[in-house]
């Protein structure tokens, strides 16, 4: 990745509004203006093409990359002695989070170090209005294994109405839910065709808490990854 994809509140805002001048630079056809909000965009570590695949970013683009996680909203401390520490940031969804947990015991398993979250040019979400098509993130590559591992909470077997949002449609013009399922679908098909192995690893199969969050035992779930992974990949011990 060659900017981020984690952002404060703040800098969410900054984008949005450079975003909307940037489209009326473009509309005005002007050039030297596009070039100098790109430059501010880019001091954000905000790089639409080479990151996310979306080139001519619009306001609907953005959002679409906030409300399918691409994007990630990082809580910024209050505590002047944590906020003096600039290189630490707080993810809002993934700190601590049962995926990247389940991540680092593949990673320990494995012997190696996933590349998190990341995207293959072949691997692409549907087209929008105007033909662009987003690349679609994956949990883990283990890139010298040629293995992808993603991690199915709830929201992935069952229905969950604050992931669901039945009204509110996607790019393809489906609910999340079937967006979800589609895009789930697809990486299990593009990946092997591309010669990557693709695992999904579900909550369940883990002692779980009334909410499905894993109630964690290290070496208890240790144990079931290397299973489940031996089972896949036909590892020796």
């Known amino acids: 990745m060659k900017g981020k994809n984690t952002f404060t509140k703040e800098e969410i805002e900054q ?32 790089y639409g093409q080479d990151d996310f695949g979306v080139t001519d970013m619009t306001l609907e683009k953005f959002q679409q990359l906030i409300d399918n996680e691409t994007i990630q909203i990082s809580i910024t401390p209050k505590n002047s002695e944590i906020i003096s520490k600039k290189h630490i940031k707080i993810t ?13 015991l593949c990673d320990e398993i494995l012997g190696e170090k996933a590349l998190r ?20 993130p994956v949990d883990a590559y283990y890139e010298g294994k040629k293995i992808v591992i993603e991690y199915y909470e709830r929201q992935h077997t069952e229905d969950v109405p604050f992931f669901d949002k039945q009204k509110k449609m996607t790019v393809s013009g489906v609910n999340r839910k079937e967006q979800r399922r589609i895009y789930d679908e697809r990486r299990k ?10 695992i999904s690893i579900n909550y369940s199969e883990f002692k779980y808490d009334n909410h499905k969050r894993i109630i964690r035992d290290h070496q208890n779930d240790v144990e079931i990854v290397r299973k ?10």
């Open 15 to 46: 984008l949005k509004e450079l975003i909307s001048q940037r489209v009326k630079a473009s509309e005005e056809k002007n050039k030297s203006k596009q070039k100098t909000i790109r430059d501010k965009m880019r001091k954000i570590r905000f």
């Open 92 to 104: 809002k969804k993934r700190i601590d989070s049962d995926e990247s947990y389940v991540i680092d």
């Open 117 to 136: 979250q990341h995207r293959f040019p072949f691997l692409l979400g549907d087209p929008d209005k105007n033909g662009k098509r987003a690349y679609l």
């Open 189 to 198: 098909e593009v990946l092997p065709q591309n010669g990557i192995k693709h």
């Open 228 to 237: 489940l992974l031996y089972l896949h990949c036909n590892l020796q011990d």
